[in-house]
């Protein structure tokens, strides 16, 4: 029997992460351009808004405005469908990543995220890759030598650090024993010699190292944006492309920058969690118990959460400004040479100090 | 609850979609079209493009695709041996680290060719190359 109710509040769930998700990239377009101004000693866009808020509603309008060139030479159905493969997956890479206890209403579990896959972090992993495709595609179709450099670097760039990720998350699941993010996020809640945190940075501090610096390559970041390295390939896999597709890969950039934030919170920072809040409220080795009620134990863990995932944020901002570029050979190099070696390496140590029952 | 789950993903699906398509329709019946052939060219820093870039190229990386695809495999074998690996205990132990050292054998191999430096040291074909 479906339970219709149970499916609603889901639908609803779905729809109010879909609109958080998107303010949160119109915001991100914004916060980048101000943080990038205030390192720079400049103030930044301010003048549509107070302190500038309005600027991403501008920008918008100014996108749908703006006429669309598609030059004549390009794949012309390849060419479309590119924009819509980068955005499309960046956006459903964010459907697994949970933010909260499991809500009980009336004898329905509700657990807060839109869906709770069993395959949990490998549905990220296959639909974060899917947007690769699009970045290649649309290098390739744009018939520009500056785009298939930009597609071609891409490809590279994903190929040598996609490797090195999957292995880094391994660990984390040989300690956790789930491809479940809630699960991943719920055992992190437990305590280490009764009182530490048993977050994933402290047990695995290597991995984290390795998947905080493949996260960056995979989402096409200082110092790794290559792709669209402005200094050498004019915009990379888009310079072909104006007005909305322009948009598009923008808006998958950014959306693919929050779904790496979220994960590294998740995976690595407790997600969810605050340091000795269960779901009865706050529980303190040897200090006693502070009742709460579950309303508000879930709007505190949805806070923790979106402080986690701001501070991610930004650090990819703040790692913008204070890094150069990688040349291309050190790019490959770092990815093939360092750390799939050391990504091999934590597994096998992570194994022995489980199985010596150490962590 | 399966069920529920994957509803709840295709909702999503769904709204993705949706916002997608709107966004695009919206902008279709907004802007402006006013083409012409200077226009409609490809960018190559304001000068007339000369040729397609659609030619054969040295894409320098395809031996790296390659040991990729072997580690993606290995990978796979990885994620259901990482989840159940607490319960199996020491045999999964032994059993990956084997596994490991004989992937590690092949990546040795690969890295003393030089095939995954980005330009392969030709240093010895040359200097016969100029001997001659």
């Known amino acids: 029997m479906v339970d219709y109710i149970t499916i609603l509040i889901y639908a609803l769930i779905s729809i109010v992460v879909f609109a958080v998700l998107l303010s949160t990239v119109a915001v991100l377009t914004l916060a980048e351009r101000r943080i990038s101004a205030f390192m720079q000693d400049r103030l930044g866009p301010n003048r549509v808004g107070p302190w500038g808020l309005l600027q991403p509603?501008?920008?918008?309008?100014?996108?749908?405005?703006?006429?669309?060139v598609i030059p004549l030479e390009v794949n012309r159905f390849l060419y479309i469908l590119a924009p819509l493969m980068t955005i499309i997956p960046a956006m459903l890479a964010f459907a697994v990543v949970?933010?909260?206890?499991d809500l009980f209403l009336r004898g329905r579990v509700i657990n807060l995220q839109v869906a709770n896959f069993d395959i949990g972090i490998l549905y990220i992993f296959a639909i974060a890759a899917m947007g690769i495709f699009g970045i290649i595609i649309g290098g390739w179709a744009?018939?520009?030598k500056y785009s298939l450099l930009g597609g071609l670097r891409s490809a590279s760039q994903f190929i040598s650090y996609e490797i090195a990720m999957s292995l880094a998350v391994i660990g984390i699941l040989m300690v956790y024993g789930s491809l479940r993010l809630n699960d991943i996020a719920q055992y992190q809640g437990s305590l280490w010699f009764?009182?530490?945190?048993?977050?994933?940075?402290?047990?695995?501090?290597?991995?984290?190292?390795?998947?905080?610096?493949?996260?960056?390559?995979?989402?096409?970041?200082?110092?790794?944006d290559l792709p669209e390295a402005e200094a050498e390939l004019v915009g990379g896999y888009h310079t072909e492309y104006s007005s909305m597709k322009f948009a598009f890969f923008f808006m998958g950039e950014y959306a693919n920058m929050i779904t790496a934030s979220a994960l590294i919170a998740t995976l690595y920072f407790g997600g969810w969690q605050v340091p000795y809040l269960h779901n009865i409220g706050f529980i303190f080795p040897k200090l006693g118990i502070f009742h709460l009620q579950q309303w508000l134990v879930a709007l505190i863990e949805i806070l923790s959460f979106a402080i986690k995932v701001g501070f991610f944020l930004?650090?990819?901002?703040?790692?913008?400004?204070?890094?150069?570029?990688?040349?291309?050979?050190q790019l490959t190099d770092l990815g093939w040479k360092v750390l799939i070696p050391l990504a091999l390496l934590n597994i096998v140590v992570t194994g022995a100090l489980m199985m010596l029952r150490i962590i | 609850?399966?069920?529920?789950?994957?509803?709840?993903?295709?909702?999503?699906?769904?709204?993705?979609?949706?916002?997608?398509?709107?966004?695009?329709?919206?902008?279709?019946?907004?802007?402006?079209?006013?083409?012409?052939?200077?226009?409609?060219?490809?960018?190559?820093?304001?000068?007339?493009?000369?040729?397609?870039?659609?030619?054969?190229?040295?894409?320098?990386f395809y031996i790296?695709?390659?040991?990729?695809?072997?580690?993606d495999v290995e990978v796979v074998f990885l994620f259901p041996w990482a989840v159940v690996f607490k319960s199996i205990g020491w045999i999964a132990f032994w059993d990956v680290l084997i596994f490991i050292v004989i992937l590690l054998f092949g990546f040795a191999?690969?890295?003393?060719?030089?095939?995954?430096?980005?330009?392969?040291?030709?240093?010895n074909l040359k200097e016969s190359e100029d001997k001659q």
């Open chain 1, 57 to 68: 509603v501008a920008d918008g309008i100014k996108f749908i405005m703006k006429e669309d």
């Open chain 1, 98 to 101: 949970p933010f909260g206890h």
């Open chain 1, 142 to 144: 744009s018939n520009n």
């Open chain 1, 194 to 224: 009764g009182f530490i945190p048993k977050w994933g940075i402290l047990v695995q501090p290597l991995g984290f190292i390795i998947f905080i610096v493949s996260v960056y390559a995979e989402t096409n970041r200082v110092p790794f």
């Open chain 1, 314 to 329: 930004f650090l990819f901002l703040w790692i913008r400004w204070t890094l150069p570029r990688f040349r291309f050979d």
């Open chain 2, 1 to 60: 609850m399966m069920m529920i789950n994957f509803s709840s993903a295709f909702i999503f699906i769904v709204v993705g979609v949706v916002f997608v398509a709107v966004t695009l329709l919206i902008a279709r019946l907004v802007r402006p079209a006013e083409p012409n052939v200077v226009k409609m060219s490809n960018y190559e820093c304001g000068e007339d493009p000369i040729g397609y870039s659609w030619i054969t190229f040295n894409i320098r």
């Open chain 2, 64 to 71: 790296i695709a390659l040991i990729f695809v072997i580690f």
């Open chain 2, 109 to 123: 191999y690969v890295w003393n060719m030089g095939d995954l430096d980005w330009i392969k040291d030709l240093g």
